[in-house]
């Protein structure tokens, strides 16, 4: 079946820089997009979002940005900071408006801030 | 309440036993949703309940598992006859869906139910 997978399982920045996190999906009719936040005990919380019909989107100190031809989603994230350490998973509704959340994630990225 | 409750925070069983997760999702949310997170792997989905709607039970990975939901709040997950392949945290979210949908995939999670079987 067609699924989201992350192009890197970890990533260690120091507090300060900026942060990437890939995620490559395979459903070309996947018409939206979602990054979720994990700290460790705690559930996925909600980041940012994108539509299909749209290729980037900003949030506070956060960018989404979809690139449709290669199917690829990232997350950047401005000035790092040690509370921004987490799991980040990426997430894809295929099923359209019908299927609300019911939504394929990916396996997730570790992302580790140095002070 | 706040934020989406759930219990109990880890449960640990004996192979074969019955297990019942329990998710109190917002106040007002109209859809609840189930889903599984194995060690070190993203979520899986389960099953979904909106409104009055049929489930989607589209995710349940065997007759073993089973859901419901009362007075469209609360959410009771059942595993039965459990095995070690069940281990994992069982995570519920609700979201508010408004006409038209939108809105409907900002799932709001709560903290999730370990469940070891051993």
């Known amino acids: 079946g067609e699924s989201v997978g992350l192009h890197l399982p970890t990533l260690s920045v120091q507090e300060g820089d900026n942060s990437i996190i890939n995620c490559a999906y395979s459903?070309?009719?996947?018409?939206?997009f979602i990054w979720y936040k994990q700290e460790s005990g705690k559930g996925p919380q909600f980041i940012i979002d994108i539509r299909s019909n749209m290729d980037k989107r900003q949030g506070q100190r956060v960018t989404v940005l979809l690139n449709k031809t290669v199917k690829h989603l990232s997350l950047q994230i401005a000035a790092t900071q040690p509370g921004d350490s987490a799991v980040y998973f990426c997430?894809?509704?295929?099923?359209?408006?019908?299927?609300?959340?019911?939504?394929?994630f990916g396996q997730g990225t570790i992302l580790t801030v140095h002070p | 309440g706040a934020g989406v409750s759930q219990s109990p925070s880890n449960k640990v069983t004996e192979k074969g036993k019955d297990v019942e997760l329990r998710c109190d999702p917002i106040s007002g949310h109209t859809a609840l949703y189930w889903y599984r997170q194995s060690l070190g792997q993203g979520l899986e989905f389960l099953i979904y309940?909106?409104?009055?709607?049929?489930?989607?039970k589209s995710g349940l990975p065997s007759d073993r598992f089973s859901a419901e939901r009362t007075g469209g709040s609360v959410s009771t997950l059942t595993i039965q006859r459990t095995q070690q392949e069940d281990s994992a945290v069982y995570l519920c979210?609700?979201?508010?869906?408004?006409?038209?949908?939108?809105?409907?995939?900002?799932?709001?999670f709560g903290a999730g139910s370990r469940l070891t079987v051993l």
């Open positions: 309940f909106q409104g009055n709607s049929a489930p989607d």
């Open positions: 997430a894809e509704n295929s099923a359209g408006g019908t299927s609300y959340g019911k939504l394929t």
């Open positions: 979210a609700s979201s508010l869906v408004q006409q038209g949908g939108y809105g409907a995939n900002v799932l709001t």
């Open positions: 459903n070309s009719a996947s018409d939206y």
